[in-house]
C-alpha cells in the first residue's frame, strides 16, 4: 500500500510538473506571438512613411523635369516648385491683351 501510495504522489508530482511545462510553452509562444504582431504594425508603419517618401521624391522629379523643359536653362538645377505660378502669370497677361486686340 505504501508503495502504491508513493508512486502515485510520485506520478501527481510528474503531472503537475508537466503542466506548469506546458503553460510557460504557451505564455512563451503567445509572447512570440505579440512580438510578430508589433513588428508587423512597425512595418506596415515603416511602409507607409517610405511610400509617403517615394511620393514626394516622384512629384519633386517630375516637378524639375517640367521645370527643365520650361524654362531657360539655370546654374541651379533644383526645381523651383512655384515656377508654374510665374507662367501661369504672364499666360494670363497674355490671354487679356489678346482678348484686348479683338
Do not use: F, M, T, V
Request: charged share 80%; net charge positive.
Amino acid at each position: 500500500k505504501k508503495r502504491k501510495k508513493e508512486k502515485k504522489e510520485k506520478k501527481e508530482k510528474k503531472d503537475k510538473k508537466e503542466r506548469k511545462e506546458r503553460e510557460r510553452a504557451k505564455e512563451k509562444e503567445r509572447e512570440r506571438e505579440k512580438e510578430k504582431e508589433k513588428k508587423k504594425k512597425d512595418d506596415k508603419r515603416r511602409d507607409r512613411e517610405n511610400e509617403k517618401k517615394r511620393e514626394l521624391e516622384r512629384q519633386i522629379r517630375k516637378a524639375e523635369r517640367i521645370a527643365k523643359k520650361s524654362s531657360p536653362d539655370r546654374q541651379d538645377k533644383r526645381a523651383d516648385l512655384w515656377e508654374h505660378e510665374k507662367y501661369d502669370r504672364e499666360r494670363e497677361r497674355y490671354g487679356r491683351r489678346d482678348e484686348r486686340d479683338d
